[in-house]
């Protein structure tokens, strides 16, 4: 089935057609620009022109840069407070006239690994990690999603939470060289690995694609490994989850 996958970050609103079946995108991505209130009307509208751009008329699957429990946002993230208690598949529904499937942008993308990537087949618990705005992650047990774990929001030191200081967007903010960021995001990963346990990580975000610039940093037992899906997780996952 075509479906219409949209990925939800900080910095930008993504989507692309994609073949729900097989995981393959069917056209190139189209990004526009997150507005920068981040509000919640105001993104509505950036949805519905990346929509009309794909003239596409059918169910939108959606990731979103949240906590989202039965299709109502729990946490903000890097958005506007304003998005908090939103039912986020009505609200883009209402300004598209489409239906929405909605769901964490992190367990999106970590479902397209799971299913058409490189976790095919991988058993024990999997942590999917995305590097962006934020630290988005998506938990799977023998290959079953464990839904909205945020353990970018684990607090660290005077940081509410630690992708306030260990995410890519803090890297180019800061201009930290990739040793410097490296050796941030390695101490992310051992408060995963000591907090959750996994078998094996895998790095999905735009970052991921340059893991061999900072994979000597990352000093944890756990094995970690780069996505090859890479920003088209988010889209392929979104899209994927209109048929579960």
Not at 70 to 99: D, I, Q, R
Not at 128 to 148: K, W, Y
Request: aromatic letters at 8%; charged letters at 25%.
């Amino acid at each position: 089935m075509e479906v219409l996958g949209i990925d939800i970050g900080g910095s930008g609103i993504k989507g692309a057609l994609v073949d729900s079946e097989t995981g393959e995108m069917l056209t190139k991505r189209f990004r526009l620009p997150t507005p920068p209130s981040r509000k919640p009307q105001e993104m509505a509208e950036v949805v519905d022109q990346l929509i009309k751009h794909f003239d596409y008329k059918g169910p939108v699957g959606c990731g979103f840069p949240a906590t989202i429990k039965k299709g109502v946002v729990k946490s903000y993230g890097n958005l506007h407070k304003k998005w908090l208690g939103v039912k986020v598949n009505e609200l883009f529904s209402e300004a598209t006239g489409l239906p929405f499937t909605v769901i964490n942008d992190a367990d999106a993308a970590g479902f397209a690994t799971m299913n058409y990537g490189i976790g095919k087949g991988k058993m024990g618990l999997v942590v999917m990690i995305t590097i962006g705005t934020g630290l988005g992650s998506g938990v799977f047990l023998d290959g079953r999603l464990i839904p909205n774990f945020e353990l970018g929001h684990i607090p660290y030191k005077k940081h509410s939470k630690i992708e306030s200081w260990a995410a890519a967007s803090i890297k180019e903010k800061e201009n930290l060289s990739y040793e410097k960021w490296g050796k941030r995001f390695n101490k992310f990963l051992a408060l995963v690995e000591l907090i959750v346990a996994p078998d094996l990580i895998i790095l999905g975000g735009g970052t991921s694609k340059d893991f061999d610039q900072f994979k000597d940093h990352i000093k944890i037992d756990t094995p970690v490994i780069a996505s090859k899906l890479r920003n088209h997780a988010g889209i392929i996952g979104a899209a994927a989850a209109v048929a579960q």
